[in-house]
């Protein structure tokens, strides 16, 4: 005779299958990891897909020789396509820097904060103007410099000083200093 108080007893279970893991648990579980790999198996090419190739690897640092770059001068690189500005300061070009006040910048940074400890004479910034995107004039011989001696974007009127700060025009902030380091007295990479 059967329990009709509910309770299980050794014919119920017997009957239903309460014994813990059931045959329908299992199923579960398997079709949950079958579409789990599933999804990884459709996801990982497209995800991976994303990263970047081998020749923009490449192109995610630069070395650039400094060697030939007399105090006054300035060259021209490429970084991840983008001009790049390498400029020897003068004494006389660090001390109008040093002498402005920091205060009075929109984009307060003193020279020591652009430069790299020991090399304050060499300025590395990328070559585009913070205001929206132009190339400024000032890294080749006999180019307008702008009234403050650094660079001039001729787009929108952004004056730039000799440390590369932003001294009068619309530009928000000052030419960007990108990740660089010296591999050599000679020689710096960058990125």
């Known amino acids: 005779m059967a329990?009709?108080?509910?309770a299980a007893t050794?014919?119920?279970v017997a009957v239903h299958?309460?014994?813990?893991?059931?045959?329908?648990?299992?199923i579960n579980i398997a079709a949950v990891s079958a579409a789990g790999f599933g999804g990884v198996a459709v996801l990982y090419p497209l995800i991976s897909q994303m990263a970047p190739s081998a020749d923009v690897l490449a192109e995610s640092s630069t070395e650039v020789d400094v060697s030939a770059i007399e105090p006054g001068q300035a060259i021209k690189a490429v970084f991840r396509k983008q001009p790049l500005f390498v400029r020897r300061l003068t004494e006389k070009e660090i001390a109008e820097a040093n002498a402005v006040s920091v205060s009075s910048l929109r984009d307060p940074q003193t020279?020591?904060?652009r430069t790299k400890e020991g090399h304050q004479d060499l300025l590395v910034t990328m070559g585009v103007c913070t205001h929206l995107g132009c190339v400024p004039l000032g890294a080749a011989e006999g180019e307008n410099k702008g009234e403050f001696g650094g660079y001039?974007?001729?787009?929108?009127?952004s004056h730039y000083d000799t440390a590369a700060r932003i001294r009068k025009g619309p530009a928000p902030t000052n030419l960007e200093v990108p990740e660089y380091e010296f591999t050599s007295?000679?020689?710096i990479r960058v990125g």
């Open 3 to 6: 329990d009709t108080t509910g």
């Open 10 to 12: 050794p014919d119920t």
């Open 17 to 26: 299958g309460d014994d813990g893991v059931r045959r329908r648990d299992f």
């Open 111 to 113: 020279l020591a904060e």
């Open 152 to 157: 001039f974007c001729p787009c929108h009127g």
């Open 185 to 187: 007295d000679t020689v």
